[in-house]
């Protein structure tokens, strides 16, 4: 299989497909007959690589080229995985969706970004209706991780395994929808809350602001780490699921919401709720709560991702498989990464515990060379630091690539010693020097011992390694910034 | 006012709110005639007292006594503060309510947790009717900081301002739900989707545990930031809320929900969802689940503080009221914290880059304390840390309270140069020791320069100060771990 992605229609969701495959290591081609795609598209694409790399603590990998093709034929030809994501008109669809086939292998991939239909509506009339999938993604396409996948019943099992194969490449969840239904799952909850809030806005009861204070400062943040069933199921208590129903059930039947209605669209209810919008988040840009959104959730799928929780799993996951082993080389090359924005201080620039952390995960990256990995440590065993002492040399911000070079400049027993220097990937420059004596000890006395044999030699070996190619850096004296 | 409040009902809802009282430093009386009550609500408190202080980086107040009381006239008696969290019966509602009325002063709010009756249905019949307020709190009560007051027509101007008051000054938000409406706002919601969601577990489309993951891998992760409204803003693009409600307008006609129908609530569906609830988390213990819950609702209410974003900035803000300033005493005290969940690495401890990000905090308090605040770095100076010798002393695990003793051993010019010891508060043990340099700076040019006259002042007359009071420690060794 190649790494050549087609991106059928352009706009913020073929945008984000672009971005998140690129950024995955992708060939894209776009096809998209607004003259603008080209300029939108770049800017999704802008976004994603600010914000994308910022999930991970390991190297992305290399980037993918993007290139924009006014002939569809030639965009998906040999593609092998292509993505619909026009306009959601039934007919349209069937067009592009022959267009796409006429073109191309018949084991593509071909995914339909379709927030409503069918993969049945989707597949009629289809040369090859079983390579036609749904696979609904969420804005951001290149932050948020799921994408809902219905293969439908004529689906063709080799592509629907493909798919999700590829989804997951790209750090995607993709989730099975086995029985095909209209607005398949997230957006029939979207639907039914978008409706309820239409009502509130329509009767006066609140105002979009308040609506979305209602939910972020409340229920959103259960939702977004425990979805709806399991946070019932810890409000149900030691009583458990069926206690809560059994609480919860006869609500139903009161007159909680106005859901059986459909509030009429009116120029007077477009006009309340555009204005009320306006005095909300009107001092912002589109472009401003961009960044917001997507600072916020680096930020959350972070904090996420340090629990080993909910979405932060799937990152972690997936960050797993992007990790490459270190090279014996002098120096090691322990740390390549970009600098996320929950690394940012008051001064606008990284602060001075994540050089610190950086640093940790620097020699974290030699443990797991010299085998005092995850296991090591499950086993009994591990470093600890003792003593840094870490020079600032010059300002890290927020979205720079950086990279640690390492020297062991003391493998003897259970005592090591690590030279480290933290440097712009850009231009080479020196950010931050560390010096780092680690003991190695005894999670059972939790007291320093020597390490085992392994280890012990793999540590020796790489110091002997280090000291004849090096000098050792000697301490240097802070620069006058 | 005083600062005692009333909890009359207990449960996970009446415990939450005992715990979030007592923790922001009020003393609190529970009445709740259940013999289990005290069992209960103290396993709540203690879930509220490792997690709720994790969400500050200030010192959390002198915490408040929690009493037991098996008379409701004596638990209210003179409380300025009344909530009310018993069953949801309308009946019920009204005897508890006559009997506080009864015994309670009528200066006091007295709040109710109902999620579903109007305020106007609890005041009927009462003595004093403007006194009762809706105050609908989410669970857990002590980390979400939504409650939902509504006061009704009949409300009491002075009451309810009382009640906003007393809410914010506990960290939570009070949202003021100017029309009372059945359900309030967020329930109509919840209720909504639950419906949805019985719908999709009934008719076989979606498990508990796909509906959890359709939530938290995508738009809950967007609802925790932004709400509804605003998200809708962002995904318009460039055309706006006008363009996106034109666009979703009409889905709203399309047969995408079965709101207008109830499921029938049959044993057949209860036992589906309950099964489905315990294969999806029937592996982890309520107690588990909530742990779970709660670890990563603290790092995401973290992670959108460090963002000055949504939740976390209400959080900012409460913490500004909570911080002290710094007492001119050797050494300062600059850091008085709990390690946060958030902290913690590997190997089960705190990461070696927070201690870093502790002396980070500790110098500063110090910055703040010689008056170079936030108002002098953003009038363009600032100090920016030039190194830092940290030794490791000892482990620091998740939830122990910390302190920071900290003395200036240098303070001359543009040089600034601090001694750090961090110590467990609980016994005093040093944890870790730090000797920092740090150059004052002018953020314009990026380069060091003298400080402003104040803070010349203010930092010469510190070291003097402890100049006088110690020697200066001399460096250590590090401990045999």
Chains 1, 2 share one sequence.
Request: proline share 5%.
């Amino acid at each position: 299989m190649n790494k050549i992605a087609a991106i059928v229609g352009g706009g913020v969701i073929g945008g984000g497909w672009a971005a998140r495959f690129a950024l995955m290591g992708w060939d894209v081609r776009v096809f998209d007959p607004d003259p603008e795609a080209q300029r939108k598209i770049g800017e999704v694409v802008a976004g994603a690589e600010r914000a994308l790399p910022m999930l991970y603590d390991a190297p992305m990998p290399a980037r993918g080229t993007i290139s924009f093709h006014t002939d569809l034929a030639e965009a998906v030809a040999g593609a092998a995985y292509i993505q619909e994501s026009v306009p959601e008109r039934l007919e349209l669809k069937h067009k592009v969706l022959a267009a796409i086939q006429a073109a191309c292998s018949p084991e593509s991939v071909i995914g339909s970004s379709t927030s409503g239909f069918k993969p049945s509506e989707l597949q009629q009339g289809a040369a090859r209706p079983g390579q036609i999938v749904v696979a609904h993604p969420f804005n951001p396409v290149y932050l948020l991780p799921l994408v809902e996948l219905v293969p439908g019943d004529d689906a063709d099992e080799p592509i629907f395994e493909q798919a999700c194969d590829i989804l997951r490449a790209i750090g995607m969840y993709p989730l099975h929808v086995q029985a095909e239904i209209d607005a398949h799952i997230a957006d029939r909850f979207l639907e039914a809350v978008w409706r309820e809030a239409l009502w509130l806005v329509n009767d006066g009861i609140a105002t979009t602001e308040q609506i979305d204070n209602a939910i972020r400062y409340g229920f959103g943040l259960r939702w977004a780490q425990m979805g709806l069933f399991e946070t019932y199921r810890v409000a149900g208590g030691e009583a458990g699921m069926r206690h809560f129903m059994e609480q919860f059930g006869p609500c139903l039947k009161w007159p909680w919401t106005k859901l059986m209605d459909v509030p009429e669209f009116t120029d007077e209810l477009v006009d309340l709720i555009a204005g009320q919008s306006d005095a909300q988040s009107g001092h912002m840009s589109i472009r401003q709560l961009e960044r917001l959104r997507d600072n916020n959730l680096v930020a959350m799928l972070r904090a996420l991702k340090g629990q080993e929780a909910a979405a932060g799993k799937l990152i972690l996951d997936h960050e797993a498989t992007m990790q490459q082993p270190l090279v014996d080389e002098v120096p090691l090359i322990t740390v390549r990464r970009k600098v996320p924005v929950d690394w940012v201080d008051v001064n606008g620039h990284m602060n001075e515990g994540r050089y610190g952390q950086v640093f940790s995960d620097a020699s974290e990256a030699v443990m797991t060379h010299v085998g005092a990995d995850r296991a090591y440590i499950a086993a009994g065993h591990s470093y600890f630091t003792a003593e840094t002492s870490i020079k600032y040399l010059a300002e890290t911000l927020v979205g720079e690539d950086i990279l640690v070079e390492t020297r062991v400049t003391l493998g003897d027993g259970k005592k090591l010693r690590l030279w480290h220097e933290m440097k712009r990937a850009a231009d080479g420059e020196m950010l931050a020097s560390c010096d780092q004596f680690l003991l190695h000890v005894s999670l059972a006395t939790r007291r320093s011992c020597p390490p085992l044999a392994d280890v012990r030699d793999a540590v020796e070996r790489l110091a002997r390694l280090h000291a004849g190619a090096s000098e050792g850096p000697a301490p240097r004296a802070p620069r006058d910034i």
